[in-house]
């Protein structure tokens, strides 16, 4: 299994990370990581699986809570080539960036949400969110120079893609960054047109990177699937 981040001078190219990141060795000697669609994986002792259930090592457990070995490497590769520290993997790119506010925003609190955003994400911050408490701030690309008006001390997220799905507006990461960390608020980006081979937001500031790996990640529009990063 390859580190999130080795070192610049051990690090593989990009093509061989894509393809070799995360790999993991099959005991059957298969030559790639083997799709494993178990719910559940059997342990040799109690002791075994009370070390994993109480994180004392890592090991297969329960495939919901992404302790499956398909899973996890799939996180490892793509953490590496987001240059992350860890990523998360889900069923869609909608229910990463759920699970991305729910878990980073409460009732009460606010989101300022940059340009065009893909369909789902404007129905998740327009819509469901608001049923929550959770009130979001758009602001178009043009309006960007407003950020620091829009900013409150409630502010815990300011969201943005960026290439942005469809119209291809592209902000400032670094500089949308530093605006928000001046009041506390996270940076989420979600870089699903850029894919990690063109663009890494976690190098200019950003604090999570979101993707629909349904789209390029993913390739060939044979999967849903959706992935973040820290
Ligand atoms: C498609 C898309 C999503 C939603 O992803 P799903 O995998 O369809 O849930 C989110 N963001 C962007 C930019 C997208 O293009």
Same mark, same amino acid.
Do not use: W
């Given at each position: 299994m390859t580190e999130a981040n080795p070192t610049p001078e051990r690090r593989a190219g990009l093509s061989t990370r894509c393809v070799h990141a995360g790999d993991v060795r099959d005991p059957q000697g298969a030559i790639h990581t083997p799709?494993?669609?178990?719910?559940t994986f059997a342990f040799d002792s109690t002791a075994d699986l009370l070390d994993v259930v109480e994180g004392r090592s890592e090991g297969n457990l329960y495939t919901r809570y992404g302790l499956n070995p398909t899973i996890r490497s799939v996180e490892h590769k793509l953490a590496d080539l987001e240059d992350a520290e860890a990523a998360l993997a889900f069923g869609s790119g909608m229910a990463a960036e759920a699970a991305t506010f729910l878990s980073h925003i409460k009732t009460g609190e606010h989101i300022v949400c940059l340009g065009d955003v893909y369909g789902g994400t404007f129905e998740l911050l327009g819509e469901n969110l608001p049923q929550l408490g959770i009130d979001t701030t758009f602001l178009t690309a043009s309006e960007v120079d407003q950020i620091p008006s829009v900013l409150?001390? #409630?502010? #815990?997220i300011v969201f943005f893609e @960026?290439? @942005?799905?469809?119209?291809?507006d592209v902000f400032d990461i670094a500089a949308m960054s530093q605006q928000a960390h001046a009041v506390g608020a996270l940076v989420v980006v979600d870089n699903t047109f850029a894919t990690p081979v063109n663009q890494n937001p976690l190098h200019h500031g950003a604090d999570l990177v979101i993707h629909s790996a349904t789209k390029y990640l993913g390739g060939h529009s044979d999967l849903t699937a959706g992935a973040c990063g820290r």
């Amino acid at each position: 299994m390859t580190e999130a981040n080795p070192t610049p001078e051990r690090r593989a190219g990009l093509s061989t990370r894509c393809v070799h990141a995360g790999d993991v060795r099959d005991p059957q000697g298969a030559i790639h990581t083997p799709l494993y669609g178990h719910s559940t994986f059997a342990f040799d002792s109690t002791a075994d699986l009370l070390d994993v259930v109480e994180g004392r090592s890592e090991g297969n457990l329960y495939t919901r809570y992404g302790l499956n070995p398909t899973i996890r490497s799939v996180e490892h590769k793509l953490a590496d080539l987001e240059d992350a520290e860890a990523a998360l993997a889900f069923g869609s790119g909608m229910a990463a960036e759920a699970a991305t506010f729910l878990s980073h925003i409460k009732t009460g609190e606010h989101i300022v949400c940059l340009g065009d955003v893909y369909g789902g994400t404007f129905e998740l911050l327009g819509e469901n969110l608001p049923q929550l408490g959770i009130d979001t701030t758009f602001l178009t690309a043009s309006e960007v120079d407003q950020i620091p008006s829009v900013l409150t001390d #409630r502010t #815990r997220i300011v969201f943005f893609e @960026t290439p @942005t799905n469809p119209t291809l507006d592209v902000f400032d990461i670094a500089a949308m960054s530093q605006q928000a960390h001046a009041v506390g608020a996270l940076v989420v980006v979600d870089n699903t047109f850029a894919t990690p081979v063109n663009q890494n937001p976690l190098h200019h500031g950003a604090d999570l990177v979101i993707h629909s790996a349904t789209k390029y990640l993913g390739g060939h529009s044979d999967l849903t699937a959706g992935a973040c990063g820290r």
